[in-house]
């Protein structure tokens, strides 16, 4: 009798072996990805995590059941795309999920090719490539009555005289197609308009020329994840506190909160779309007459994603619910007030190059009351990952051109 059960036990330690859900996360190196391993790994999936470097902040996740070293998605598209066709074809996944957005883009034009090995929850990659422009993307949101900052669509040098004239100083030139603050250039002076936007031009041709809101303006985000029918299955938006660099850049603390005018606005931009997967929408609020102004539009995880997933909404799990076809209630409230810091580097870099690093609004020496996006008492070691990245930088050549361009 004994022995029966044992074998009856170990049947369903088997058969639950057998049956285990497996989802294959990219890019491994980011907090972002390690928050995705750490939301999928509490709930029973095994996750595989790829990589082009030995070292990755994510490997060291005990949630990371699985490691994989790819060729460069950067430098060796085609060799990337022939080793994830290998490794979808010997195991089995439920769910492919691209972290960054080459990876990404580069799985959308091939979703055709991969989508009998693999869910791949996201747009096709021409629509992909239409939003990721800003310049149609403000156009777009324009019409649609969607506020922007004033911005002037440069077609040709000559526009630039015609922009001073449109636009007051100060100025904003920000590349059509680029991530974080990459590639903006700031203007306070009219003569200096001309040369900083040749430079911009240089390596992004014809960039935006905006409108500069004033710095006290605050930044929020809204973050959604829509099924197929473009029907929102969950939403979260957050304030920022504060960012690196200190004039524009990825938020190194940011907090849960409620901003209906904003979500209205946000939730319309990407219904219109006919928005499948995540996304995050940007605004910041002018403080000359209070409107909230349509920045960018992510259309991938975000660099803050443990702050939602800490409030309630676990983005993540939902997301790999909504491939899956499995029904559940929209999640529509979360936890107000929750904030998140991304401590390594982020926030000490935010507080070594601020010149009012003494009186920030929270201190820099508030640690209680808060979550992280690396550190984590759970789970430790991914906090060594990131520090031992530092040392992948002197053979690591894409993740040392990546810090360089944020």
Known sequence: METSDHLLRFSRILLGFMVMSRVFVTDGHWRKTLAVVRSLGRKGIEVTVGESSRVATSFFSKYCRRRVVYPSVRRCPEEFLTFLRQELTRRTYDLLIPMEEETLLLLARHKREFAPLVRLPTLPYRDLVRVRDKGWLLQYALKRGIPIPQTYFVENMEDIKAAKEVIPPPWVIKPRVSSGAYGIAYVEKEEELLTAYQEV?????????????????????????????????????????????????????????????????????????????????????????????????????????????????????????????????????????????????????HFLTNPRRFHLKPSFFQFRGMAYDILSRDDPLPALGRFLTLFSLLWDGDLRRLLQRR
């Open 201 to 349: 031009h240089r390596r992004f041709p014809f960039p935006l020329i905006q409108e500069r809101i004033p710095q006290e303006g605050e930044a929020f985000g809204l973050a959604a994840l829509l099924d197929e029918g473009s029907q929102v299955k969950a939403f979260f938006a957050h304030r920022r506190l504060r960012e690196y660099p200190v004039r524009g850049g990825p938020s190194t603390l940011r907090e849960s909160v409620r901003y209906p005018l904003i979500e209205k606005l946000g939730l319309r931009l990407l219904r219109s779309l006919c928005w499948y997967g995540v996304a995050m929408v940007e605004f910041k609020v002018d403080p000359r007459d209070g409107t909230p102004k349509l920045m960018e539009l992510n259309p991938r995880f975000w660099g803050s994603l443990a702050l939602a997933i800490h409030a309630g909404v676990d983005f993540p799990y939902l997301l790999y619910k909504t491939a899956l076809g499995e029904e559940f209630a929209s999640v529509l409230e979360y936890e107000l007030g929750k904030r998140c810091r991304w401590l390594l580097p982020g926030d000490i870099l």
